[in-house]
Each structure stands twice: as C-alpha cells, then as structure tokens.
C-alpha cells in the first residue's frame, strides 16, 4: 500500500523559509518516479505547485518559480520543496502526490495517491 506522509510545514513570516518533505514507502521509490506537491487554500481549488519527471526535469506554478525548488532523494524514498522568500498569499495545506496519469501533470484529478497535508501559514 502506497503511503505518502508530509511533513516541514508551520508558520512562519512572510520573507521566511520552510522546507517540506514527502515520506514515501509501500512501493519501490526511485528518481524515475513522477511526483508533484500541491497546495490549498481554504475556499480554493487545489492547484499543483511544482512537478517534477522521471528525468529529472522540473515544472513550477509561475506565482512560485524563483522561490521554490523542488527536489527528490531516493536513497531515502523521500521528496521535497524547499520554499523560500514566502508570501502571505502561500499559505494553504500543501500536499505531494504520486503516480500521475500523466508524469509532469499539474492536474490534481490525474494523481492516484495523496498524502494527508501539511499546513504553511505566511504571516505579513
């Protein structure tokens, strides 16, 4: 059974820095896997923040390109997004995902498994 668990976020001011990680287990994590993190905000409709291929290549939301980085380390079965200068308008629970349908997809409907979330709250 695949389990994704997030963890890294809180509260911080706006200007600060978090890192979120991606737990994954329950199947056979490798750098070729399609992973994606996504955020929500209360009222809003999830939307995918970064994605990143099997080869390595990477795809960002355009309100977060410069200040997010997405990134993956399979010797520890583990994803993540390091997020830097962080505005007010970043907060949500932001959540990663596995197996798209389409690897690279910011669509959230097109991802088979979810992690529980992890709350990012920006103060100005």
């Known amino acids: 059974q695949v389990q994704l668990v997030e963890s890294g976020g809180g509260s911080v001011q706006a200007g600060g820095s978090l890192r979120l990680s991606c737990a994954a287990s329950?199947?056979?994590?490798?750098?070729?896997?399609?992973m994606g993190w996504f955020r929500q905000a209360p009222g809003k409709e999830r939307e995918g923040v970064a994605t990143i291929d099997s080869d390595g290549s990477t795809m960002y939301l355009d309100s977060v390109k410069g200040r997010f980085t997405i990134s993956q380390d399979s010797a520890k079965n583990t994803l993540y997004l390091q997020m830097n200068s962080l505005k007010p308008e970043d907060t949500a629970m932001y959540y990663c995902?596995?197996?798209?349908?389409?690897?690279?997809?910011?669509?959230?409907?097109?991802?088979?498994?979810w992690g529980q979330g992890t709350q990012v709250t920006v103060s100005s």
């Open positions: 995902a596995a197996y798209p349908v389409v690897c690279g997809s910011r669509k959230a409907s097109e991802y088979n498994y």
């Open positions: 329950g199947y056979t994590y490798s750098s070729s896997n399609c």
